[in-house]
């Protein structure tokens, strides 16, 4: 049985959550790897990680803004723009 999906789920509610409770967070996918998921009760692969940004991009709760040196920064889709450039 695949648990993959299963585990692509759990962390799309998570970063649902943090991006609830942080409505300006920005990050890349490692960032938000290292950060937006340490609680230390489990461990994620950067592979589910980015199967779920890639999910909540897809259904428009993220957006994704490529830098100029190729990387991507993802932000909560809903949150007005910040102040910070």
Known sequence: MD???ALVEEIEGILRR???AHPQAVDTERGIHEWWLHDGSR???LA???AAIEALVATGELS???LPDGQSI???ADAPPSDQS
């Open 3 to 5: 648990e993959r999906p």
């Open 18 to 20: 943090y991006l609830h």
């Open 43 to 45: 461990t994620y692969t």
């Open 48 to 50: 589910d990680v980015h």
């Open 64 to 66: 994704e803004r490529r």
């Open 74 to 76: 993802y932000a909560n």
